[in-house]
Structures are given as structure tokens and as C-alpha cells.
């Protein structure tokens, strides 16, 4: 995965540029770590999946922040990554590369904003989100272009916001929780 990086422990390095090498390693990892939810990503059979219902602790805690707090948190976590998944395609040498599961994170996040703590929503706003990104309709499927991280995130923030609005409109015509 880290192959290619220069190792700090390498004695050929001056001092500088052990430093500067330990730092790269660093920051590589730390991107890694963030774009693939902590590993998450690395799971096998399904990635984006396993990335999804990683988000749900994450979800629980967010509900207990209130609106602004959860919108907050939301939106730094957005922010975070568009930032990692571009470099993070870089390090795993693959454009939208399965493990970059941070982007199912968000968008999870999205679909379940302002739902209660239903079980029933939970798992309707969980299937939706999941249906959307795996079979990504139009106007999905023409968000997933080029390699930036906005590219590899944007696709799934519509996918959540698809998922919210039908959970949204499901909830008024029965009249459910959330």
C-alpha cells in the first residue's frame, strides 16, 4: 500500500530529509486512515457497505449534538473528505478506489440527517442511500467524474440527499417518525 514511500530509517537520508520522509509517511497514513474510515474500507466483499454501517456509531453520536451540532459536524467531515479522497486515490493508485469509504460516511450522514431514532427510518434511510450509490441513477451516475476527491465524494452526498428526500416524502405520506 505505502510501498513506494522513502523509509525514515533508511541511513542513505541526511537528517532533513529523514524528517521530511517520517512526515510524508505520516501524512500518508493519516490519509489512508481517514478516506478508508479507519480501515474500514480495507474489509472485503463489500467496502462501501462495511463504510456505511461503520457510519452509524458516528450517526448515534451526531443525533445527540442537535441540528446545528450535527450540521457542524456534517459539514467538516464533508470538508475533510474532499480533501483526502483525491490524494488518497493517489496512494492506492486507483481512480474512486473501493476502500476510499469516507465519501459512504457522508453520505450516510445525509441521508439519516434529522431522522429519529427509529429503527424502521434507520434502516429504510440506510437501504435508500445503498440502493442509490450501488445503482447510482441518473442524476447520480453524472457525478462521478474525473479525480478529485470533490469528484469521488459528490456522487455519494446526491445519493444521501436522494435518500432523504424519498424517506422525507415517505415519512408525510404515512405519516412516520423522523
Request: contains cysteine.
Amino acid at each position: 500500500m505505502l510501498t513506494n514511500a522513502v523509509s525514515p530509517f533508511n541511513s542513505e537520508l541526511s537528517g532533513k530529509e529523514k524528517a521530511s520522509a517520517g512526515q510524508s509517511l505520516f501524512v500518508n497514513r493519516l490519509i489512508l486512515a481517514l478516506a478508508t474510515w479507519g480501515g474500514v474500507g480495507f474489509l472485503p466483499g463489500a467496502p462501501g457497505t462495511w463504510g456505511t454501517v461503520a457510519a452509524l456509531p458516528l450517526w448515534w453520536l451526531l443525533t445527540c449534538l442537535g441540528n446545528p451540532g450535527y450540521l457542524l459536524a456534517l459539514a467538516t467531515l464533508l470538508m475533510v473528505g474532499v480533501l483526502v479522497a483525491g490524494p488518497a486515490q493517489a496512494l492506492l493508485g486507483q481512480k474512486d478506489h473501493p476502500a476510499i469509504v469516507i465519501d459512504e460516511v457522508v453520505g450516510l450522514l445525509i441521508a439519516l440527517a434529522g431522522v429519529g431514532l427509529d429503527l424502521c427510518w434507520i434502516l429504510s434511510g440506510f437501504l435508500a442511500f445503498r440502493a442509490l450509490d450501488i445503482l447510482k441513477p441518473w442524476p447520480i451516475s453524472r457525478l462521478n467524474l474525473g479525480q478529485s476527491g470533490l469528484a469521488v465524494v459528490l456522487d455519494d452526498v446526491a445519493a444521501g440527499v436522494l435518500a432523504r428526500l424519498m424517506l422525507g416524502v415517505v415519512q408525510v405520506v404515512i405519516g412516520g417518525g423522523g
